[in-house]
């Protein structure tokens, strides 16, 4: 009974509760007692309970936390071996953010980059591109999604801070947005954007690394893992948004991607002698007001409501309070305000 992961001392507490205790709150107030379905929650808590004290978990968890400091001895080098060893994670396929579809024709793969780290390229013969090695980026057959017969796959990674995966028939657009990754408060890593095809079937992924593997003796390659000393952390965001209207050819050339906007072209502010001539095309991922303000008064010139997933083509004509007036282009939304263009005057 004394043995911490049988079913021993559950069943001594729940006998002691349903022959004493209940009995008891029953005849002081009905109410009080419990019923037969709760009596049989209580009881398999308890079972469950008995698993976690000893054998089930903290008898084993406990050394092994300390026996590589207790076993440590000048023959067997653990204080150089394993002591200093950091922690090893991978973050990727099959257990992150994803988006995905079955192939057709018009949909494509973008993210901005000049290589790529191809892990197996068996859809790709033509190439003849080693499996765990690099290759120049853009490649258009990875780009564009066919139907194929093949059952030959890709699987493929970008150092991209965004990518997309858009249908140029319908323009409709869903892009992924990663943060940098800070480790440690002061240590910066490359994101990837991880493609991988089969079939008709493809997806697109955040990646902290340019290989996958559960094979535990790759991780120990470059890439392959993410190191982290003691108490160190890794700090990223991974935003993801819908838009339409923008066409593959667009976002080939596309300006500006973030995780709540993104600009077509690079936004102009033209000046006269009494008003400026602001040009930006946008789109927002959620409700956003575009801002035209003073520089200096911080006086509001001109708004614009947006509208959410679609790309606007917007000019707008503004008066200056005075000829030596500044602007600025401020984008509102959910995540405050974000200066956008504008600013003081070149010439």
């Known amino acids: ?89 991978q973050h990727c396929v099959h257990g992150s953010p994803c988006v995905g579809g079955t192939c057709d024709d018009g949909d494509y793969f973008y993210a901005p980059g000049y290589s790529a780290g191809v892990v197996w390229s068996g859809l790709l013969p033509q190439y003849k591109i080693p499996d765990q090695s ?46 940098p990754v800070v480790v440690g408060g002061n240590r910066e890593i490359p994101m990837y954007v991880g493609l991988t095809k089969s079939g008709e079937k493809y997806y697109l992924e955040p990646s902290l690394t340019r290989h996958i593997s559960n094979q535990p003796e790759r991780w120990e390659r470059e890439v392959f893992s993410v190191d982290l000393d003691r108490g ?42 009494d008003k400026a001539v602001v040009g930006i095309d946008i789109a927002v991922s959620g409700d956003a007001q575009l801002i035209i303000e003073d520089a200096s008064s911080g006086k509001v010139l001109s708004t614009t409501y947006l509208v959410p997933g679609k790309l606007q083509q917007i000019e707008a004509k503004v008066p200056l309070p005075d000829m030596a007036a500044d602007v600025l282009v401020i984008l509102k939304n959910a995540a405050g305000r974000q200066v956008i263009a504008g600013g003081k005057r070149v010439g």
Not at 149 to 161: C, I, N, R
Not at 168 to 177: G, I, R
Request: charged letters at 15%; proline letters at 5%; one cysteine or more.
């Open 134 to 179: 690099w290759h120049s980026w853009p490649i258009q057959e990875a780009i564009d999604f066919r139907k194929s017969d093949s059952t030959e796959g890709l699987q493929l990674f970008v150092q991209a801070p965004w990518g997309v995966i858009g249908d140029d028939k319908t323009h409709e657009v869903m892009a992924m947005v990663n943060s």
């Open 232 to 273: 160190e952390a890794a700090v990223y965001t991974v935003d993801m948004a819908m838009f339409h209207g923008v066409s593959k050819e667009q976002i080939l050339s596309l300006h500006t991607l973030m995780g709540d906007y993104l600009l077509q072209t690079e936004p102009s502010v033209e000046y006269g002698t």
């Open 1 to 89: 009974m004394a043995s911490g992961f049988t079913t021993g001392g559950a069943l001594f507490l729940f006998l002691f509760l349903a022959g004493g205790i209940n009995p008891g709150l029953k005849a002081i107030r009905p109410a009080w007692a419990l019923v037969r379905g709760e009596l049989m929650l209580v009881y398999g808590m308890m079972i469950v309970a008995c698993a976690l004290p000893t054998t089930g978990l903290v008898a084993y968890h406990l050394p092994i936390m300390v026996l590589s400091f207790y076993y440590a001895t000048p023959e067997n080098d653990w204080a150089q071996v394993i002591h200093p060893r950091r922690a090893r994670f």
